[in-house]
């Protein structure tokens, strides 16, 4: 099996600076992209930033020039530096991955993280 631990959420206020951790560990073949959601209340989750094996890179528009997403491969990990935080930024971020598995290393499935906090206030 599988798994993700998130790390790094917490309190920031407006302009701050905040760096989540998403590391992957168990019976890993190959890891094809890892991105992070966020889900504020009464709001759709929406993608915020995704990398892929090739290391390209995508950002929804209201965190480009913001938010930074990195993969280290050695500890396959994924970071999402976010700097320049707004209110509007506070949501649960939740990190995904898409994985193969020794167990079935032509398949990739799919795998969250427990999801960590973020509150953007003054």
């Known amino acids: 099996q599988v798994q993700l631990v998130e790390s790094g959420g917490g309190l920031v206020q407006p302009g701050g600076s905040l760096r989540l951790s998403c590391a992957a560990s168990?019976?890993?073949?190959?890891?094809?992209?890892m991105g992070w959601y966020r889900q504020a209340p009464g709001k759709r989750r929406e993608l915020v930033a995704l990398?892929?094996?090739?290391?390209?890179?995508t950002y929804t528009d209201s965190v480009k020039g913001r938010f930074t997403i990195s993969e280290d491969d050695a500890k396959n990990t994924v970071y999402l530096q976010m700097s320049g935080l707004k209110p509007e930024d506070s949501a649960v971020y939740s990190c995904?991955?898409?994985?193969?598995?020794?167990?079935?290393?032509?398949?990739?499935?799919?795998?969250w993280g427990q999801g960590t906090q973020v509150t953007v206030s003054s």
């Open positions: 995904h991955a898409q994985i193969k598995s020794t167990d079935r290393p032509l398949w990739a499935d799919d795998y």
């Open positions: 168990g019976s890993i073949f190959s890891i094809d992209a």
């Open positions: 990398i892929a094996s090739d290391k390209t890179t």
